[in-house]
């Protein structure tokens, strides 16, 4: 039976091996003596170019060893907005003394927790 298996490669690039347009660049900054990473750094590192040139170079040189963030979307059950629950605010000076009293060992006992 002639054909690949479902999955199976045949021919083409071994995995890893880069392609021909990046050894033809690497080969090229190698015969110019040239290492763009040393370079992004000495432009970060010199206080005499201005913050913005600066902070990119920083920036692009982050992501050679510091995973990107993305941002994270918060949603409750299923997908459903998070539900909020506002409370009153409690006006301790309406409290007797014996409700602050309990409130002050249950803050304490949160506390210790």
Do not use: W
């Not at 021919?11 to 033809?24: A, D, L």
């Not at 003596?33 to 920036?59: V, Y």
């Amino acid at each position: 039976m002639r054909g690949s298996k479902p999955g199976e490669r045949r021919g083409g690039r071994q995995k890893g091996t880069p392609n021909r347009r990046t050894v033809e660049v690497q080969t090229r900054l190698s015969e110019l003596d040239c290492d763009p990473i040393q370079g992004m750094a000495l432009i970060a590192m010199d206080e005499g170019n201005p913050p913005e040139l600066r902070g990119k170079m920083f920036a692009e040189l982050a992501m050679y060893i510091a995973p990107k963030r993305r941002a994270t979307e918060l949603t409750g059950a299923d997908g459903a907005p998070i539900a909020v629950q506002q409370h009153e605010r409690l006006d301790v000076a309406l409290l007797d003394r014996d409700q602050r009293d309990q409130l002050r060992s249950l803050l304490m006992l949160a506390r210790a927790e």
